[in-house]
Antibody, heavy 122, light 110 residues
Framework: QVQLQQWGAGLLKPAETLSLTCAVS????????WTWIRQPPGKGLEWIGE???????SYNPSLKSRVTISVDTSKNQFSLKLTSVHAADTAVYYC?????????????????WGQGTLVTVS | SSELTQDPAVSVALGQTVRITCQGD??????TSWYQQKPGQAPLLVIY???NRPSGIPDRFSGSSSGNTASLTITGAQAEDEADYYC?????????????FGGGTKLTVL
């Protein structure tokens, strides 16, 4: 059974850097998109960005200037860094894995999710 | 910009059928996925692709699509189906892939 376990600092001050890591167990690390998604309190889901096993990334244009997603295949982990945080970045942050990497027939849904990390900027 | 539009709230009587819709131009090009989210929990994938259910999802959940509108149908809604439902798809901006979510629909089972 695939499991995603995430961790990182939960309280940040404005202008600091958010850093989260997601460890993957129970499955291959290749042939998927590894993704970060966030959800502000009481609001909807927002895609932050994704990376595949070879390190190719895509980011939400609204966050692109501040976001870096990286992967460490030797540890089966991937990470998120978001610089210069402010109050509007307060959210529950989720890591997630897609069903596969061929999106032509499925649009690559997110089938496995981490438990979520509440990050508060104050 | 790429957007997916959902009704903010929908209600259904226990045991009846409810349809939750999602509209967006990207749905003409890409399949829609649907997620159920209950308070304090991570989203749960319930429908993906043409009309596929992950293992463990009851067959009362089904999906369909026509043009720029995708629908999630719950046939015989149960009390445990009360939750927020999000649609999700992909698009491209220039040559760059982009993932989008609808704003969510709060389903109340009466």
């Amino acid at each position: 059974q695939v499991q995603l376990q995430q961790w990182g600092a939960g309280l940040l001050k404005p202008a600091e850097t958010l850093s989260l890591t997601c460890a993957v167990s129970g499955g291959s690390f290749s042939a998927y998109y590894w993704t970060w998604i966030r959800q502000p309190p009481g609001k909807g889901l927002e895609w932050i960005g994704e990376i595949n096993h070879s390190g190719s990334t895509s980011y939400n244009p609204s966050l692109k200037s501040r976001v870096t997603i990286s992967v460490d295949t030797s540890k089966n982990q991937f990470s998120l860094k978001l610089t210069s945080v402010h109050a509007a970045d307060t959210a529950v942050y989720y890591c997630a894995r897609t069903l596969g990497a061929d999106c032509s027939s499925t649009s690559c849904p997110f089938v496995y999710w981490g438990q979520g990390t509440l990050v508060t900027v104050s | 910009s790429s957007e997916l539009t959902q009704d903010p709230a929908v209600s259904v009587a226990l045991g009846q059928t409810v349809r939750i819709t999602c509209q967006g131009d990207s749905l003409r090009r890409y399949y829609t996925s649907w997620y159920q989210q209950k308070p304090g929990q991570a989203p749960l994938l319930v429908i993906y692709g043409k009309n596929n259910r992950p293992s463990g999802i009851p067959d009362r959940f089904s999906g369909s699509s026509s043009g720029n509108t995708a629908s999630l149908t719950i046939t015989g809604a149960q009390a445990e189906d009360e939750a927020d439902y999000y649609c999700n798809s992909r698009d491209t901006i220039g040559n760059h892939p982009y993932v989008i979510f609808g704003g969510g629909t709060k389903l109340t089972v009466l």
